[in-house]
């Protein structure tokens, strides 16, 4: 059997829906995977155990450069890599219909189908013209978490029943940070930031219990804000607070792995802490928790809701997942 996964984009996004992999390996044990994916996103997808192989798109590279010289050969380029192999599934995991565009392109055998979410789900992205784009429209739960939402399309799609767990099955070359909190503080979304007063206040609770903190960040902006918190903190207690270089998606991956645990807002890092197995907090602005946050685990709980909270409900938070006992196994073992 040889299925095709279709999710572009975000970051978050993606990283919840790799489960689906380890899912149809174990119901389909001698299936070949493959997935189309935003470019930015290929270097991650090929730390997945199990993928055959991750087809890049820039839908996003192609929109910007609209009259870019290559884009054309690169547009021909992804519809041949769609169309060399003929697939028995191909799943839509996203429901937009710039995904739905992309699954028509791939070829099914004469028994093969393409399938998709038949309707939307609270706070999920769907737009309703998908649902006649493709051979399958599948019903999903009105109120479902956004992992649980793409494995069980795959498993209504192949008719199987999921696992109690998700499995994230990256592979890690582990970079050791023992005694470091990975504070996430960007985000693409303005509404969901926390304030810098916040994080300084929540860093110098974390040094008070001899913690370092570690500040990433993926644009200027961000490295604006990491440097500010990590100079507050050095004021008080220096080298407290190191703020990362910059580093691609993969890297980042090895780096988190050997964390203590992260504290982070409602954005794709976060979630690669939760595919890690790492002592998390996830901080929410607005009513997603039940949606995107980490499900229920004593070592990974959420944060805010209705609105931000504020630093002493992040740090119980941090005090019940720091006294869960060892987490983060799969990341430091049998991930690698």
Not at 64 to 72: A, S, T, V, Y
Not at 198 to 227: I, K
Request: glycine share 8%.
């Amino acid at each position: 059997m040889r299925i095709l996964i279709v999710k572009l984009s975000s970051l978050g996004d993606v990283v919840q829906a790799t489960p689906v992999v380890a899912d149809l390996l174990a119901h389909f044990p001698d299936a070949t995977i493959d997935w189309v994916a935003e470019e930015a996103f290929v270097p991650l997808l090929g730390r997945v155990q199990g993928l055959n192989d991750v087809i890049p798109i820039a839908l996003r590279r192609w929109r910007r450069e609209r009259f870019g010289n290559g884009n054309g050969a690169e547009r021909r380029a992804m519809r041949e890599r769609l169309q060399t192999h003929a697939y028995d599934a191909v799943l839509d995991v996203q429901g937009l219909v710039k995904s739905a565009l992309v699954a028509r392109l791939a070829r099914v055998t004469p028994d093969g189908f393409k399938a998709t979410f038949g309707n939307g789900s609270e706070s999920c992205g769907w737009e309703w013209p998908v649902r006649f784009m493709l051979d399958r429209p599948v019903p999903m739960d009105r109120r479902i978490h956004a992992v649980q939402r793409y494995r069980q399309l795959a498993a209504r799609a192949l008719k199987y029943t999921v696992p109690d767990k998700p499995t994230y099955a990256f592979r890690t070359e582990r970079v050791a940070h023992d005694q470091t909190v990975l504070l996430v503080h960007g985000t693409t979304r303005p509404d969901n930031e926390w304030p810098i007063a916040q994080w300084v206040d929540l860093s110098t609770r974390l040094a008070g219990t001899g913690l370092r903190v570690a500040l990433p960040h993926a644009d200027a902006a961000e490295e604006v804000r990491a440097q500010a918190i990590a100079q507050e903190l050095n004021a008080w207690r220096p080298g407290s607070a190191e703020v990362w270089s910059r580093m691609r998606l993969p890297e980042l991956l090895d780096n988190m792995a050997g964390c203590a645990g992260v504290i982070g807002v409602d954005t794709g890092l976060s979630h690669m802490a939760v595919a890690l197995d790492l002592k998390h907090v996830q901080i929410f602005s607005h009513p997603r928790a039940f949606r995107a946050g980490p499900l229920p685990s004593e070592h990974q709980l959420s944060a805010g809701g209705e609105g931000p909270p504020d630093v002493d409900e992040v740090w119980k938070a941090w005090q019940r997942v720091a006294a869960a006992g060892v987490a983060g196994a799969r990341a430091a073992g049998a991930a690698q």
